[in-house]
C-alpha cells in the first residue's frame, strides 16, 4: 500500500516537564540500562527499542521477501530460500537518530530518549549487493526502497513504513538481510523473520519486518524518507537528511544508583571506569577523554571491534569525598568530536553532547 | 550487607506533568507493548522490567546460594548443585505493584507505568519447599528472607534488595528456584543465574539475582519489606502489604497506532479483540467485559491456562465510524472485579482501574 497524501500535523514543540505521551512511548519502546555498556555485544532484550507502530505478527513459514520495481530479473525470495544464501555475521552498532532528544530545550513530542538509545550486536544474515546484483537493477534507477510490513499513522499520513537507499549506498558490501542475531533467530520485535542492518548509519535505515525491495527512478517521497529523520534548525525548512551517526561515547555509571535520582553513591578510593566510544560511517574511535569536575585527561583505548562497532574505553579516577560530576568525550578519525552542549534541531535528532554522571563520594 | 539505618527521605507527590527523572526510569526499565498481549507466553526480551537498581555482573561458574539462618543445617549451593535438583516449568503471569502509577494524580515520584508493566513467561526451576525442609527450619522461626546482589539507595537507605515471606507463604509448593526462562538460560536483566519466582504475588517478591536465604525470628526490617511495597492512603502510614496481584485485564489496541498518541485507527467493519485477564493468589478468571462507549457485553473466555497464568479472551465488534471508547473488566473467582477509577494509594500501587482505548474508526 502506498502512503496517504501528508495532511498538515506539527506537533508542537514542548518546554519543561513532559507529557504522557511521551512517557507511554518511553515505557513501551526499551533503552539499554547503562550499565549494560559492560557487555562487548548487548544481551538479547536488554538491545535498544524503538518500535514506530505495532511489532507485526508474522509467520515465518508463510513469509515472502520481494525484489522489484526497477530490475530486469523480479522475483520472491522465501526465508528458507534466503537462508541458503552465503551468510556472514557482523558485530554492528546501531544509535537511534533521536537518542539524547529528552535533554534538548524545547523539545519535540516524541520517543523522549535520555542517552540510553543504543546497543551493539552481532547480526547474522546474508549480503544485500549480491541480490541487487542477480536482481539486476535498470540504469535509470536512483535509489533502492526498503518497505517493512509495520503500519501506522504519523503526522496525519497512514504508511508502511519505509526507507530508501541511494544505489551506491545500496550496493555497499556491508549490508545485510538479517535473520539472527546473537546467534538466536531475529526476536519479533527486532523485525523477524527478516530486517535490514545498514551499518554505521543510525537506526531508522535498518528497516525492521521487511517485507519488499524496490528499484525506482524517482526520489522516494515517504514520509519516514521525505520528511521525518532530517535535521532542521527551524520548523518547515526541507532540512538535511539523518543518515550515519555521529561521533559519541558513554560510560557506565560508577558505584550504586538511588532508585529515583540514578545519583551515583561511590565509596572514596580508586574508582574503575569503562564506557563505550562509536561513531558512524566506518569511522574509527581514535580518542576518548574522561573529565572529573571539567578536568580532561585522556582514558586507555580497547583494541577495536570492526569497523562497525563500538568501542571500550577505561580510565581509573581516585575519588575524594564530595559531589562530583563525570563526562566523557570521544573524537574519531575525521576529527570529529563530541560538542559540550546539545546541537540544535528541531525535532531533536543527533544529540552527541556528551554524557554527564552525577556522583557522591563518601 | 544489612541496610543502614533509614534517614527520613520523603519524595513529593507529583501532579501533572512528568518529571525528567521519571522519564529515565521509563527509559531504563521496559513495558511489555501491548500488542505482545497476542502471545500466551511473552517472548524473551518483550517481558516487562523493572530494575531497582543495576543489573549485577553475576558469574554462574562462581555462583553460590546459601541458605542460612534459624536452621539445623546451613548449607550453601552451587548453580550446578540446584540444576541437578528435580526441576519443573510453570508458566506464570508476574505484574509490577506500581502497574498504572503513571495515571494516578496525584502521583508518587517512581517508575510511572501506564499499563504495561505485565507479562507472562514459562519458568524452569527447582522447587524451594523441599530445600527448606532439607534446611530444618527452626521452630522459632517466623519468616524467609531472600536477599539478592543488586545494591542501591532508596529514600536515603543503602540496601541491598531483600524481601520475606512468612514461613507458610515460602513453604507453598508452588515456588521456585529458577534458573531459565521460555526454555532458555535466564538473562541477566531477569536475575541471572538464579531467581525466585513467587506465583500470584506482584513482581517484587520475586527476587532476582538471588544468593541467600535466610530464616529469621524476628519480623524482617528490610527497607524493601517493611517501608515499600505498603498499600497507604495517607503517607506516614504503616500500611498494608502489596501480595497478591488484583484482578486485572488488558486488550490488545485494534487497528493501527498513530505514532505519537498511539490513538488506535480503525477500518469500519467487523473487528476481532483479543486481550488477557488475570488475578492473584490462584485465583482463576471467570468473566471478562467488555466495553464499546460504556456499553459492557461479556467476551468469550479462551481456556484457562493453569492456576498462575493470564487468561486469554476474545470479542467481536462492528465498529462504525467515528470516535469510540473501548475498555475490558474482569471478574474473578471470589467476585473482585476492577474499578472504573484507580483505587487511591499513595506510592501508586495496585492500580488495576479499567483499561480504556481511544479508537478512530474510518
Not at 3 to 13: A, I, M
Amino acid at each position: 500500500m502506498s502512503d496517504v497524501p501528508v495532511r498538515p500535523s506539527r506537533r508542537s514543540p514542548i518546554v519543561g516537564r513532559f507529557m504522557p505521551e511521551e512517557v507511554a512511548l518511553a515505557s513501551r519502546n526499551s533503552g539499554m540500562p547503562l550499565e549494560a555498556l559492560r557487555y562487548d555485544v548487548t544481551p538479547a532484550g536488554l538491545h535498544y527499542l524503538l518500535i514506530h507502530f505495532d511489532i507485526p505478527a508474522s509467520d515465518a513459514a508463510t513469509w515472502a521477501l520481494s525484489i522489484g520495481g526497477e530490475v530486469d530479473r523480479p522475483r520472491t525470495l522465501s526465508l528458507q530460500e534466503i537462508r541458503a544464501m552465503p551468510s556472514r555475521t557482523a558485530r554492528v552498532t546501531l544509535e537511534c537518530a533521536g537518542n539524547g532528544r529528552g535533554q534538548m530545550s524545547p523539545r519535540y513530542p516524541s520517543m523522549p530518549w535520555m542517552e540510553e538509545g543504543v546497543s551493539t550486536a552481532e547480526w547474522t544474515g546474508t549480503p544485500l549487493a549480491p541480490l541487487l546484483r542477480s536482481a539486476g537493477i535498470r540504469s535509470g534507477a536512483g535509489e533502492i526502497v526498503f518497505r517493512g510490513t509495520d503500519r501506522g499513522v504519523d503526522r496525519g499520513t497512514e504508511h508502511d513504513y519505509a526507507r530508501s537507499l541511494s544505489i551506491p549506498e545500496a550496493m555497499r558490501e556491508d549490508i545485510s538481510l538479517v535473520y539472527a542475531m546473537n546467534g538466536q533467530p531475529l526476536l519479533p520485535q527486532h523485525g523477524a523473520p527478516l530486517r535490514l542492518v545498514v551499518p554505521g548509519w543510525y537506526g531508522m535505515a535498518s528497516v525492521k519486518w521487511l517485507a519488499a525491495i524496490e528499484a525506482v527512478n524517482t526520489p522516494f517521497d515517504g514520509i519516514q524518507q521525505a520528511h521525518s529523520y532530517h535535521f532542521r534548525s527551524n520548523a518547515g525548512e526541507t532540512g538535511v537528511p539523518c543518515t550515519v551517526m555521529r561521533v559519541n561515547s558513554l560510560m557506565a555509571p560508577p558505584g550504586i544508583p538511588d532508585f529515583y535520582t540514578r545519583t551515583r553513591i561511590v565509596p572514596a578510593g580508586r574508582v574503575a571506569l569503562a564506557g563505550r566510544a562509536w561513531s558512524g560511517g566506518g569511522v574509527p574511535i581514535v580518542r576518548v577523554e574522561f573529565s572529573v569536575d571539567g578536568v580532561w585527561r585522556d582514558a586507555d583505548l580497547a583494541p577495536a571491534q570492526g569497523n562497525w562497532s563500538w568501542r571500550g574505553w577505561t580510565c581509573e579516577w581516585e575519588a575524594s569525598a564530595g559531589e562530583h560530576e563525570l563526562a566523557c568525550r570521544a573524537t574519531d578519525a575525521q576529527g570529529a568530536v563530541q560538542p559540550e552542549a546539545p546541537v540544535w534541531d528541531v525535532t531533536g535528532f543527533g544529540n552527541n553532547a556528551i554524557q554527564r554522571v552525577r556522583v557522591s563520594v563518601r
